[in-house]
């Protein structure tokens, strides 16, 4: 089990489209907004799993033209945010917008987010510690993954509002803006790679 703890944690930390789309809801928008997006993302996370494990999600993603549209739509979209993010010039922008996403724009991330399909797949299909008990080991998972998610996403959330917060000289904005594009193309690629295999 306890593997399975430090593969959701790795897992989960790591920038994706998730975490990063946190924190510039964080920076753009500050707390309440953002506790609105990341509520939306957790039930958008916790409908993936449910899907992986019921195996929906195998079955949906097993239909080319889905896979490829899934694809398309989160690429489109990581490459927008990428955009917006390395061509804010020396503000920490990490989504421009009027009006916050809110939790229909997190559910939505998810519903789309390669990353969030993967992990769960990952997660759910290896790192057995209960195998006599399924549904037992199943129920543990969701309630490990939910109990790391949670805390890792409002640090996120909380480092965005911190980065807006700070009075940075433009030079180390400008690092930060690209630093956090190019962790968006590299999910952006990733995810690319992943579909080719």
Not at 5 to 8: R, S
């Given at each position: 089990m306890l593997t399975f703890?430090?593969?959701?944690f790795f897992l989960i930390i790591t920038p994706?489209?998730?975490v990063l789309s946190t924190a510039g809801v964080g920076s753009g928008f500050g707390y309440k907004p953002g506790l609105r997006y990341v509520a939306g993302l957790f039930v958008g996370t916790n409908l993936v799993s449910v899907a992986v494990v019921s195996g929906m999600a195998a079955i949906v993603l097993s239909v080319p033209v889905i896979r490829s549209v899934l694809l398309y739509a989160s690429a489109a979209y990581l490459l927008y945010l990428a955009l917006k993010i390395a061509l804010s010039g020396t503000r920490i922008a990490f989504i421009r917008s009027e009006k916050p996403p809110g939790f229909l724009g997190g559910l939505a991330l998810q519903a789309i987010n390669p990353k969030a399909y993967a992990v769960n797949t990952a997660l759910f299909t290896g790192f057995p510690f209960l195998p006599d008990n399924l549904l037992l080991e199943t129920l543990s998972k969701f309630l490990v993954m939910n109990a790391i998610w949670i805390p890792i996403h409002l640090l996120w959330l909380s480092a965005g509002v911190y980065l807006h917060r700070l009075n940075l000289s433009e030079r180390s904005h400008l690092l930060i803006n690209i630093a956090m594009?190019?962790?968006m193309l590299a999910v952006v690629?990733?995810?690319?790679?992943?579909?080719?295999?």
């Open positions: 703890i430090a593969a959701v994706g489209p998730g594009a190019v962790s690629a990733l995810a690319a790679l992943a579909q080719l295999r």
